[in-house]
């Protein structure tokens, strides 16, 4: 038995695999297309490990996908691979469209393909388990209910309507060609291997390199925070339990305004490397002009995987901060590497005279 797990070089995948070959010997084909959000050295550690086969590629590449599922007799595929940077989206939506709508329909087909051509038992417990995001449902008003997986889909950014799309047509697969197909929606996520273009390990490289922390407009936009080894042992989980056609919200049940997050990073901060100066990090905080379209609150509802398939979250905020504070300070190196010199050129664009997006 193999699984296939798509965008396994990136933040969540990267994660996902480790901690998958922590759990169980069952092998691991990593299909990733290397973009700029990828880091093969995440997984150095697995070097010469027999139990990772990782091939460079594309999803949207239908005959590499189809000789991978075929080659290594996959039994199920763990659909990671997007681009995911909303502030990207904005500032070059055709990327989005490309790789998570066409992508996916193109990693869709490939897999029907595959899944057709196999005997009966082998068919029924075959899954596709499509990573998604809780952006699909658009914005709650402050004290709204959480989003529950009945929420209507209102995305806003070019962004969550590409993974919109990529979630109707998920669904659409299973309900004509029967694919048993499974989709989570998530939320924010943090932890060790995040790219430094993302709120938190922004905040956290720049208060270390003396740098502005740029907070979006008044900083009181909420989002549910979710520590990303809890989000892999989701997704394990729905693999696992999960019904075929269900999609499963998963959340930290911990919203936090934009704001708050900051602080409470820059308090960590002054305890575990405080500044020189002995001044807070906190003066280091600007308010920059807002991102476009910028969605006002996230909140998820986590309550079907609770009671469905008995997942709750290990990690408070508190813990979960505490450790990924903890994770970038032991590796500044892993963030030198990745802040390069392309990584440098979009700083330098997105925050260009405090016009975030534009
Ligand atoms: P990421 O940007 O860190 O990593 C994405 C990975 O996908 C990269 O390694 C990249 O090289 C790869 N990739 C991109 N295009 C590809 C293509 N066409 N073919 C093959 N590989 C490709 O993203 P992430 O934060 O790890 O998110 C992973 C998934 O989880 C995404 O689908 C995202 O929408 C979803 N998600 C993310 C969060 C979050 O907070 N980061 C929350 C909920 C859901
Ligand atoms: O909700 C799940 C989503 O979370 C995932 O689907 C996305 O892939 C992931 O990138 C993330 O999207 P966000 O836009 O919420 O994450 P980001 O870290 O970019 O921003 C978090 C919040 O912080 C958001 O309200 C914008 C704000 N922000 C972000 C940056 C980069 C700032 O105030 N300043 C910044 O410099």
Avoid at 294 to 299: F, M, P
Avoid at 300 to 307: H, N, S, T
Avoid at 310 to 321: D, K, N
């Amino acid at each position: 038995m193999t699984i296939l797990v798509t965008g396994g070089a990136g933040f969540i995948g990267s994660n996902f695999v480790l901690d998958w070959l922590v759990g169980g010997d069952e092998p691991v084909v990593n299909l990733d297309k290397l973009t700029y959000a990828s880091n093969l050295n995440n997984l150095a550690c697995l070097q010469g490990d027999p139990r990772h086969h990782f091939v460079a590629g594309d999803i949207g590449d239908s005959a590499l996908v189809a000789s991978v599922l075929r080659k290594h007799r996959v039994r199920a595929v763990l659909n990671f691979a997007a681009e995911s940077h909303v502030d990207r989206s904005i500032a070059g939506p055709a990327a989005f469209i490309e790789t998570n709508v066409v992508g996916t329909f193109r990693l869709l087909e490939a897999v029907r393909a595959y899944w057709s051509d196999l005997d009966e038992g082998e068919r029924a417990v075959f899954r596709f388990l499509h990573v998604s995001t809780d952006e699909v449902y658009g914005s709650l008003p402050p004290y709204a209910p959480a989003f529950d997986e009945q929420h209507r889909y209102e995305p806003n950014s070019p962004y969550s309507a590409s993974k919109a799309s990529s979630d109707h047509l998920v669904r659409a697969w299973h309900h004509t060609y029967g694919l048993p197909v499974l989709t989570t929606n998530c939320s924010n996520n943090y932890g060790p291997f995040h790219f430094p273009e993302k709120l938190i390990p922004l905040v956290i490289h720049n208060a270390l390199a003396g740098k502005p922390l740029p907070v979006y407009g008044d900083g009181r936009q909420v989002r549910d925070w979710l520590y990303v080894l809890d989000h892999c042992s989701a997704i394990r989980r729905v693999l696992e339990a999960g019904k075929p056609g269900e999609t499963y919200n998963v959340g930290g049940w911990n919203e936090m305004a934009n704001i708050d997050v900051v602080h409470t990073l820059c308090a960590i901060l002054d305890e575990l490397r405080p500044r020189p100066d002995g001044a807070p990090y906190a003066a280091q905080i600007s308010f920059v002009k807002d991102r476009p379209g910028h969605d006002r609150r996230y909140a998820i509802d986590a309550g079907k995987i609770e009671r469905e398939l008995g997942w709750r979250p290990v990690e408070t905020f508190e813990t979960g901060i505490r450790k990924t504070v903890a994770w970038y300070l032991a590796h500044q190196d892993w963030v030198r590497e990745v802040t390069s010199g392309a990584y440098r050129d979009w700083v330098a664009q997105q925050y260009a005279g405090g016009r975030p997006g534009i």
